[in-house]
């Protein structure tokens, strides 16, 4: 499993970020998870940044009369923690994503805590896309997303 604490990369020296022509290695099954605690910041956030001003994000009236009963989390904000995975851990710094599909099982609430997980379920190396398996539960192992990414490795 890797973690945010370790990569696969070299860091260049005095903060430069990341030294260019790193390659890393994928091997099927491998595996990174995030977790983040959505906040009320989080979700205005989300908000401004994508012009997405649903009120069953940012109406608690509003989103007292929806089947939730109050305000939920956007989709894709859940679905952006995948992303920070992809780009920071597996693969990470230089993948570039080439698809992914979602499939949203069940509402994420602000406050709830999300662990995002990829798994690397196919590879091909000659041209370096990566095939992985994305799922996102909330605190109570409820699974929340799944979905799949594709995905060119650095």
């Known amino acids: ?12 020296s005095k903060g430069e ?12 099954g491998d595996t ?16 401004a940044a994508t012009g997405d001003m649903n009120p069953v994000h940012l109406d608690e009236t509003y989103a007292a009369d929806t ?3 109050k305000r939920i989390a956007h989709g894709m904000l859940t679905g952006a923690i995948i992303s920070a995975i992809l780009g920071n ?3 990470g710094p230089g993948t570039v994503y080439l698809g992914q599909e979602f499939k949203f099982k069940a509402p994420v609430f602000i406050g709830d805590t999300v ?8 590879y091909r190396e000659d041209k370096r896309i990566t ?11 409820v699974l929340v997303l ?9």
């Open 131 to 141: 095939t992985l398996r994305t799922t996102c539960t909330n605190q109570d192992g």
């Open 32 to 47: 990174a998870t995030r977790t983040k605690t959505i906040t009320n910041e989080d979700v205005w956030n989300f908000a």
């Open 17 to 28: 970020g990341l030294q260019k022509g790193c390659i890393v290695v994928i091997n099927i």
């Open 1 to 12: 499993m890797i973690t945010p604490s370790s990569h696969l990369f070299s860091p260049a």
């Open 89 to 91: 851990d597996l693969p």
């Open 146 to 154: 799944e979905g799949e990414a594709v995905v060119i490795a650095p």
């Open 115 to 122: 662990t995002a997980q990829v798994e690397v379920v196919n």
């Open 67 to 69: 089947r939730f009963g």
